[in-house]
């Protein structure tokens, strides 16, 4: 099991070559500086079979990319458990996110303080075992 933590590094790119260990179950990159997602970052995390949690709280993420495997399915994150993405300025999610069936173990999903206004349709449709959203706005 490998944890990355690279929280409060005032990271303002995601350092994608530290990311190729397969046995990556963990990452954290939140209270950075970061304001979008590499458009690789997708792949990469799909390569990452045992991921169960990312944290990207505390940024300046305005979107996530539908490339990102948080849209309609191109991109599989079959382990991952927990996402948190509070406190960004995310005003909208990709159009698919918690549709497609590419994130089957989402358990807790946090989006609060944030500037989202609404959900994509069709919104959680293939989330199964979705126990945990936080959406508060600021």
Do not use: W
């Amino acid at each position: 099991m490998t944890k990355i933590n690279l929280s409060n590094e005032n990271l303002r790119v995601i350092p994608i070559n530290i990311l190729n260990d397969k046995s990556i179950t963990s990452i954290d990159l939140s209270y950075n500086l970061l304001t979008s997602l590499p458009d690789d970052f997708g792949i990469i995390l799909s390569n990452l079979p045992k991921l169960r949690y990312l944290n990207l709280n505390n940024n300046q993420l305005k979107s996530l990319p539908h490339m990102c495997g948080f849209g309609q399915g191109l991109l599989n994150l079959p382990s991952l458990e927990k996402l948190t993405l509070v406190n960004n300025s995310l005003t909208s999610l990709p159009d698919g996110f918690g549709r497609a069936p590419n994130l089957p173990k989402l358990e807790s999903l946090f989006l609060s303080y944030n500037k989202l206004t609404s959900l994509p349709d069709g919104f959680g449709q293939n989330l199964p075992i979705l126990t945990d959203l936080y959406i508060r706005r600021m």
